[in-house]
């Protein structure tokens, strides 16, 4: 059995999480979700004790709220002033949780990929002497482990141990959250040593590291026992050990490609509007992202394994679009949509020089390309040509080639943009389809060179998916 226990107490950010929560017990019987009603205030605490449901369970304790430290008080944070959180671990330390796989969740987590569950359940199953972290949005330890978060996050001039003090961290990792998320799915999944010092908003355990943590708690660690832990905030080395200290000293892993959002760290005196409109937002995401297929995606052959900037929910669209078809793929780097495109249509000519963008740090893909083709089993349905789109595109012409559709996702500035289809149009049929990738992205949303929307809509936009916009040839 798995239990997510979950320390709630904030109304607002329960109702965001909740959904994740019934999705992935929906989709997995082995597990179930214990709430810790720890709410500051009466109204909190009465919306709590209104969650219901299979395998949910409130759990109502009046004597360990957490409240204002006061003579004779016996809430939780006055009983236990160091560990507030010791008897909610301490529970699940009983020999009846023996053969338990636990989930800590904080009521603040505000986006969990459920469909990358089992990959985070195997990573804690396979590393039985660790703790195992999501890759959280607004996590210093998390920061450089979230594929395109660390240049932006080196504008800011901090050390990530110091990140859950700022609002202006905060804010960075909201706002790329909220333009990248889709892109941040599917990623590969692999497990990293965090080189700081980790915030344990989600993390995952079983029962013997449970009881190694709870012998910690309340406890000042041995000589030397903080020297295992990377760029420790020093204001932490005095103080007796609390839950996030006892994970940090028994060597927490984190678990990239499992991704979760976390919404604020108290430090970080996030303003109530400002906080309501991040949930807000948050909100909006989950009712997309939810709005998916419930399956595990990873484990369908349908969406490969491989790295992509591409959704699910466009994914699905190119799909459609291809199904059946003879289509002309400009950029294909690792192959994720030519392998995409090659299970459902007739034939794909992948068109691309393997070389990417040298400046941006990027390497040949070629050898990569095509292992993947391979290794999904469409070879016999791709012809990849090796080149620049300007010298092979003309060839094709020449040789009086048509295509029923192209996806064109090559380079994003305007004159490659529409350099790309210029040189694509002559080779689509009428009533053909061309479909381009990061339409929508723009200055306005920190993309400051692209170009694919105005591209796009002058030639004609005829429907779009995220940021996938499509048009038929005339």
């Known amino acids: 059995m798995i239990t997510i226990f979950c320390f709630a107490g904030r109304r607002g950010n329960m109702e965001i999480q909740l959904p994740y929560i019934r999705r992935i017990l929906a989709e997995h019987p082995d597990v179930e979700y214990h709430i810790w009603n720890l709410a500051r205030n009466d109204a909190d605490r009465e919306y709590l004790t209104t969650i219901e449901g299979e395998r949910i369970t409130v759990i109502e304790d009046p004597a360990r709220r957490i409240g204002s430290s006061r003579e004779g008080c016996q809430c939780m944070h006055c009983v236990n002033p160091v560990g507030v959180f010791t008897p909610v671990?301490?529970?699940?330390?009983?020999?009846?949780?023996?053969?338990?796989?636990?989930?800590?969740?904080?009521?603040?987590?505000?986006?969990?990929?459920?469909?990358r569950w089992s990959k985070f359940i195997d990573a804690i199953k396979d590393n039985p002497?660790?703790?195992?972290?999501?890759?959280?949005?607004?996590?210093?330890?998390?920061?450089?482990?979230?594929?395109?978060?660390?240049?932006?996050?080196?504008?800011?001039?901090?050390?990530?141990?110091?990140?859950?003090?700022?609002?202006?961290?905060?804010?960075?990792?909201?706002?790329?959250?909220?333009?990248?998320?889709?892109?941040?799915?599917?990623?590969?999944?692999?497990?990293?040593?965090?080189?700081?010092?980790?915030?344990?908003?989600?993390?995952?355990?079983?029962?013997?590291?449970?009881?190694?943590?709870?012998?910690?708690?309340?406890?000042?660690?041995?000589?030397?026992?903080?020297?295992?832990?990377?760029?420790?905030?020093?204001?932490?080395?005095?103080?007796?050990?609390?839950?996030?200290?006892?994970?940090n000293i028994l060597s927490p892993l984190i678990c990239r490609g499992f991704l979760a959002a976390h919404?604020?760290?108290?430090?970080?005196?996030?303003?109530?509007?400002?906080?309501?409109?991040?949930?807000?937002?948050?909100?909006?995401?989950?009712?997309?992202?939810?709005?998916?297929?419930?399956?595990?995606?990873?484990?369908?052959?349908?969406?490969?394994?491989?790295?992509?900037?591409?959704?699910?929910?466009?994914?699905?669209?190119?799909?459609?679009?291809?199904?059946?078809?003879?289509?002309?793929?400009?950029?294909?780097?690792?192959?994720?949509?030519?392998?995409?495109?090659?299970?459902?249509?007739?034939?794909?000519?992948?068109?691309?020089?393997?070389?990417?963008?040298p400046q941006a740090g990027m390497t040949d893909s070629w050898d990569t390309f095509v292992h993947n083709l391979k290794d999904y089993g469409v070879t016999d349905k791709v012809h990849p040509l090796r080149g620049r789109f300007e010298d092979v595109l003309p060839q094709l012409a020449s040789q009086g080639v048509e295509f029923d559709g192209a996806f064109i996702d090559g380079a994003h500035d305007p004159v490659s943009v529409q350099r790309d289809l210029d040189l694509t149009v002559p080779l689509v049929r009428s009533g053909g389809w061309i479909a381009f990738h990061d339409y929508g992205r723009g200055p306005h949303n920190g993309f400051h060179d692209f170009g694919v929307t105005e591209v796009a809509d002058a030639f004609g936009v005829d429907g779009v998916v995220g940021c996938l916009a499509w048009s038929y040839v005339k």
């Open 89 to 115: 671990y301490r529970h699940y330390t009983q020999v009846r949780f023996r053969d338990h796989l636990f989930v800590k969740i904080d009521d603040d987590i505000v986006f969990i990929e459920t469909a």
């Open 129 to 247: 002497e660790h703790f195992i972290s999501a890759m959280v949005v607004n996590n210093g330890a998390c920061t450089s482990t979230i594929p395109g978060l660390w240049p932006e996050f080196e504008s800011l001039s901090m050390e990530p141990r110091g990140a859950y003090r700022s609002l202006e961290y905060a804010e960075m990792c909201h706002r790329f959250m909220f333009e990248h998320w889709g892109e941040l799915l599917h990623q590969p999944v692999g497990l990293i040593a965090p080189d700081n010092y980790l915030s344990i908003n989600m993390i995952g355990y079983n029962w013997e590291m449970g009881r190694e943590m709870v012998d910690l708690l309340g406890t000042l660690p041995e000589l030397g026992a903080w020297d295992s832990v990377p760029n420790m905030p020093p204001e932490f080395t005095n103080m007796r050990c609390g839950d996030e200290g006892a994970v």
């Open 263 to 357: 919404l604020s760290f108290a430090p970080q005196y996030m303003p109530s509007d400002r906080e309501i409109a991040l949930r807000k937002a948050y909100a909006d995401i989950s009712s997309q992202y939810l709005s998916l297929p419930s399956v595990e995606m990873e484990d369908d052959m349908m969406f490969p394994r491989i790295p992509s900037a591409i959704t699910h929910e466009e994914s699905m669209q190119l799909v459609e679009l291809a199904s059946g078809c003879n289509v002309l793929e400009l950029g294909a780097q690792y192959g994720y949509s030519t392998v995409l495109l090659a299970q459902v249509a007739k034939l794909v000519c992948s068109v691309d020089w393997h070389q990417g963008d």
